[in-house]
Nanobody, 123 residues
Framework: QVHLVEAGGGSVQAGGSLRRSCAAS????????LGWFRQSPGKGREGVAS???????NHADSVKGRFTIFKDIARSVLYLEMKSLKPEDTAMYFC?????????????????WGQGTQVTVSS
């Protein structure tokens, strides 16, 4: 069983920055497709960014140029760097993982999920 533990949520003013992290119980950062998702009240879950086992990344249009997904393989930690935050970025953010060495789209069927942490951006 893979356990994902997130950290780094919080509150920030518009234009500010936050870094989210996601640590795994086991070594899953090679051979796994990893992603970040978010959900706000009244809205469905939205894929934010994904990173394939071999490193190719995808970012949703809504965050492209502001958010960056990356991973530290040696430490088995996934990150989401968020800059130029907007009030509409306010949501519960989740990390996710799927055992896959191939293409890693935001629509992938992720099997493992973190507990989620809240990010609030005030105007």
């Amino acid at each position: 069983q893979v356990h994902l533990v997130e950290a780094g949520g919080g509150s920030v003013q518009a234009g500010g920055s936050l870094r989210r992290s996601c640590a795994a119980s086991g070594y899953i950062y090679s051979g796994y497709c990893l992603g970040w998702f978010r959900q706000s009240p009244g809205k469905g879950r939205e894929g934010v960014a994904s990173i394939a086992s071999y490193g190719t990344v995808n970012h949703a249009d809504s965050v492209k140029g502001r958010f960056t997904i990356f991973k530290d393989i040696a430490r088995s930690v996934l990150y989401l760097e968020m800059k130029s935050l907007k009030p509409e970025d306010t949501a519960m953010y989740f990390c996710a993982a799927e055992k896959s060495i191939g293409y890693c789209p935001l629509s992938a069927n992720f099997n493992y999920w973190g507990q989620g942490t809240q990010v609030t951006v005030s105007s």
